[in-house]
T-cell receptor, first 115, second 116 residues
Framework: EAGVTQFPSHSVIEKGQTVTLRCDPISGHDNLYWYRRVMGKEIKFLLHFVKESKQDESGMPNNRFLAERTGGTYSTLKVQPAELEDSGVYFC?????????????FGPGTRLTVT | EDQVTQSPEALRLQEGESSSLNCSYTVSGLRGLFWYRQDPGKGPEFLFTLYSAGEEKEKERLKATLTKKESFLHITAPKPEDSATYLCAVQAPGGAGGTSYGKLTFGQGTILTVHP
């Protein structure tokens, strides 16, 4: 069974540019999560989709970040325009259902560098 | 706001030298506590879920325990392949009206290095 995949693995962009990250969850997983780890800090929650609906977007830092999950399959996270403080590793995770009984499987992450 | 603090930040052990990692937490309405292992360049890999104080779980050389305020990850006779960053995370109700049960709040992790 394929795990969570993320693309690209690494992206380097200039301040002010736009970047789109993609996440493909494990097949059949309705729940999809985005997290990020900024240098020296802990992994922080960004948002949670159930199918195509945003269940919890309390961690989204500001309106420069836009997450979508059309059709309830893969998800994209767009940063526009990117700022220096957006640099970090963006992780996607998926689970069969929400709650403590359902393990979240993480992808390898996308390392974003904004120069 | 939910908080998770892990200690120590880094731990260096000799092969076979047992030790413990600590995770203390402050959270409203704890639903569960998770331990993950993360290797360089990879995403976190699930190890354990603990639901209630007094619970213990074991996997190979690892044993996780939970109290009302903290969790310990005990490593018995570690091997070099146990070297990794160990992450603790808690789950509590979130989203609008506290009806969402997906968000994990992570600690900063403990970097474990086991020397042969």
């Amino acid at each position: 069974e394929a795990g969570v995949t993320q693309f690209p693995s690494h992206s380097v962009i200039e301040k002010g540019q736009t970047v789109t990250l993609r996440c493909d969850p494990i097949s059949g997983h309705d729940n999809l999560y985005w997290y990020r780890r900024v240098m020296g800090k802990e992994i922080k929650f960004l948002l949670h989709f159930v199918k195509e609906s945003k269940q919890d977007e309390s961690g989204m830092p500001n309106n420069r970040f836009l997450a979508e999950r059309t059709g309830g399959t893969y998800s994209t996270l767009k940063v526009q325009p990117a700022e220096l403080e957006d640099s970090g590793v963006y992780f996607c995770a998926s689970s069969q259902d929400e709650g403590i009984l359902y393990e979240q499987y993480f992808g390898p992450g996308t390392r974003l560098t904004v120069t | 706001e939910d908080q998770v603090t892990q200690s120590p930040e880094a731990l260096r052990l000799q092969e076979g030298e047992s030790s413990s990692l600590n995770c203390s937490y402050t959270v409203s309405g704890l639903r569960g506590l998770f331990w993950y292992r993360q290797d360089p360049g990879k995403g976190p890999e699930f190890l354990f879920t603990l639901y209630s104080a007094g619970e213990e779980k074991e996997k190979e050389r690892l044993k996780a325990t939970l109290t009302k305020k903290e969790s310990f990850l005990h490593i018995t006779a570690p091997k070099p392949e146990d070297s990794a960053t160990y992450l603790c995370a808690v789950q509590a109700p979130g989203g609008a009206g506290g009806t969402s049960y997906g968000k994990l709040t992570f600690g900063q992790g403990t970097i474990l290095t086991v020397h042969p």
